[in-house]
């Protein structure tokens, strides 16, 4: 990991010394409202050991799982006489955890969290243990960019669509032209997951004001080309709010829209630096793959590539037919030179216990064997939010410089 | 209720042929991920019967509670013998209803409905029944405006302070200038309020395409002088991320602070019709009282004043001390006809079964009395925001007219 990374957030946690840090000491309590419970769950002690609280006297079973453990491990609660549920975890690493309990079998939000996340169609609660390596995920007392949900109107996909724009703090403080970043969620996701889960504004106001990050703007749009926007947004035509949605379509139209559509959009819209240079793209997962192809497709439109934990290269088993990168992408293998030229940044990363870390070593190989410039980087974790929210951090440090 | 708005919802009705009419039956199906389920809830069959599902082999009683019913009703769902719990309520009226489970005493969103909405720290499911009352409230494929989460300082309050910022469709493409709704919300809530619960977006949207609202700029500041933004997004300076919060500090902070730094700030950043005659406040319950005090205080800055299910003209039970309108804003009885000039509009609503009506009334009684120009109006339902949403449409159709 970079380490110009962790010693500025070294710096960040002495500079800005309000956030996370008194410890309250609320006792649990019986229910105040009538029928639900309000206790203090998830309450985190200063060995950051954290407690999971819930009342019921009926339940029979109640569990929790977070993303500190692997997928679908759970630890029991356990019930006092007063119908008090409580398990005590840890300690926990500092990190941006979700969570949720089952009931009975029934997988729930924490009633009492007022912090939760949308993963496609599914909400978990939100556990922020403090310390430095959730210090950027953090919203801190610096000046902030904005973040907007914005209509625009694709005729490659003949529909209006929706993204999210987050403009830098000093956007609004003078008339320069920025750079921009046009940012990819993965498959089941949308326009909504990288403001959301990725906490990308708050890592790009942090590293901004650190000056490790260039001010820019960041482009946010939603990549599955049949969607006009998040399922939360538009419901679906449908009786059944959660009816099966339709098969994605994630080729060649919303790759073309991006070009055709999005970046004429942005640089009509907002006081952009509207040349190769100065254009970045990235994503994660099925968003890896799309930025490979406009990416790379598009060298005379990108000089900044970041492709996180994509399956492309292979997937989880050597999937995906054979990777082919002069078949993907002509010239690429056998006109390195070309590409290293354009391009400022061609960058890849992925989780260390990724199953597709494997393949994308692989491919990183074969790049590199044929001359191709790539820089790769692993990051603790597997195909998961964590990985992908370092893997923007040291990509935002590297882009415009 | 306004006809002229019925009339033009039916039109809306008819000229929008998309949103939610399909009916696609989805069979209730057994859990396809390990340990959870997915199945057709809620459902809404064409005569608007709603259908609940959740899957338990454990649970002793599940319940359903919405506010199609009176707080605190609910209604218990019954298990067959493969764990699938159900019931079928209705046929419900056209709305935009909240609701959520009880699964043994614990409050729980539907796990099988990927729409939710916040309020103040608790979450509920939501549920769109479609029809012409709930049509105002549904993004429509129509021109869309754009919503901003904005970062602002304020000297008054010594911090930098976030708001929702609404610029209708037709501000990107030109360069005119707008008039200025400020929107507040009520006590517990903050300026997320108005966006999610409140559907102003969709309703400003809906409204403006069919020219009943003119095109117009919809700042929904955070009321509360405490807080520098939702909770959600600025998490409480403890380890207990659910601490019980501070005492609201509701008073002369917050109405200096829309004075002195949003107005300059939105005039600076906006292309705004910056003038009284262009700029007009409204508000809900807590926020209701603060748009009284802002609003008359300052009628050399705002024409257009909307107070929306206020308690302080008596609140519940004549509290809040007796209210003097006169006291609390010298001349406005003895000199009713210098606030008759100086304002366009000076709009009260109450929901017809809120406690607060009874007092309300008396006070407008007491204005009119006074030769104060009033309008009243009472709608359908509690303290609630299908009162506040039906309060919002028919202010927005009046103002800047």
Chains 1, 2 share one sequence.
């Not at 759970?74 to 006489?81: A, G, I, W």
């Not at 390195?336 to 692989?362: H, M, V, W």
């Not at 190989?365 to 893997?391: A, M, Q, Y």
Request: with cysteine.
């Amino acid at each position: 990991m970079n380490n110009n990374f962790i010693n500025n957030s070294f710096k960040l946690a002495n500079i800005f010394l309000l956030s996370i840090v008194s410890v309250v000491n609320i006792p649990a309590q019986p229910p105040q409202q009538p029928g639900f419970s309000t206790t203090a769950s998830p309450e985190i002690s200063p060995d950051n050991k954290v407690t999971f609280r819930l009342y019921s006297k009926e339940a029979e079973v109640i569990t929790v799982s977070g993303d500190w453990s692997a997928p679908g491990a759970s630890e029991q609660l356990v019930k006092n006489d007063t119908g008090l549920w409580k398990v005590t975890l840890g300690p926990l690493k500092p990190e941006y955890y979700n969570y949720y309990f089952s009931v009975d079998g029934i997988r729930t939000i924490d009633p009492s969290n007022p912090l939760t996340v949308r993963d496609g169609a599914r909400y978990a609660s939100v556990l922020v243990v403090p310390g430095r390596e959730s210090e950027l995920y953090t919203v801190k007392n610096i000046p902030h960019g904005n973040l907007t949900k914005e209509w625009y109107n694709s005729p490659t996909l003949k529909m209006d669509r929706r993204m999210y724009v987050y403009t830098p703090a000093v956007y609004n403080k003078n008339q320069d032209k920025y750079p921009v970043l046009y940012l990819h969620h993965g498959g089941g996701g949308d326009e909504d997951a990288w403001a959301t889960m990725g906490r990308a504004v708050q890592i790009a106001d942090n590293l901004i004001v650190q000056g490790i990050a260039k001010p820019m703007i960041i482009v946010m749009p939603n990549g599955n080309a049949n969607e006009v926007a998040a399922i939360t947004e538009v419901q679906r035509a449908t009786r059944s709010q959660n009816a099966i949605p339709p098969p994605l379509a994630t080729g060649g139209g919303y790759e073309a829209s991006i070009v055709n559509d999005i970046i004429p959009y942005i640089e009509a819209n907002y006081r952009v630096l509207a040349s190769q240079e100065y254009r970045a793209i990235a994503g994660l997962s099925m968003g890896g793959g799309q930025t490979f192809n406009i990416g790379l497709r598009n060298t005379d439109k990108f000089a900044w590539i970041g492709i996180f934990s994509s399956g492309m290269f292979g997937g989880v088993q050597g999937g995906y037919g054979a990777f082919d990168p002069e078949k993907q992408i002509p010239g690429l293998l056998t006109k390195s030179g070309a590409f290293n030229q354009s391009l400022k940044l061609f960058y890849i990363t992925c989780g260390e216990q990724d199953p597709r870390y494997e393949y994308t070593q692989k491919a990183v190989n074969t790049f590199k064997e044929n001359k191709l410039d790539v820089i790769f980087k692993g990051f603790p974790g597997s195909h998961e939010w964590k990985v992908w929210r370092l893997s923007l951090t040291d990509f935002l440090s590297r882009l415009f410089k």
